[in-house]
């Protein structure tokens, strides 16, 4: 296994590693709306939030040397289920390839964010 670390995304909050590469996958943990340059969560809209984790994970992604392209499955945590439509809207626009996802509401997310995304892709 090797750990993927990068600074153009945030830092882990807690005892995990932002990502690791495995048989040839790299599984990402849940990234959320920090902005990576001052640490701050700046944005307070779904959409706001939504294009920042997406601008999060990719970050990640690539410090791992694959990209959203080759995401194979997403798992995608909501504060709220009536931002889905919303969400799915600038999600379609960052996951082009469609991959496999669940999507669920959950009652509190970390730093009480409106959105998280984990994924798994091909290196």
Not at 43 to 52: G, Y
Not at 55 to 80: H, I, P, Q
Request: aromatic share 6%; proline share 4%.
């Amino acid at each position: 296994m090797k750990v993927i670390s990068t600074q153009n995304a945030p830092s882990a909050i807690g005892p995990y590693s932002q990502a690791m590469i495995s048989g040839g996958m790299i599984y990402t943990s849940g990234q959320i709306a920090i902005n990576p340059s001052n640490g701050n969560i700046d944005a307070t809209t779904i959409q706001e939030q939504t294009h920042q984790v997406c601008k999060n994970v990719k970050a990640v992604l690539e410090a791992g040397g694959s990209s959203l392209d080759k995401v194979v499955k997403t798992v995608c945590f909501l504060a709220d289920m009536g931002d889905f439509a919303v969400f799915n809207e600038i999600y379609a626009q960052y996951f082009t390839s469609k991959p496999v996802r669940s999507c669920v509401a959950v009652k509190t997310l970390p730093k009480n964010v409106l959105v998280e995304i984990d994924t798994i892709a091909e290196v």
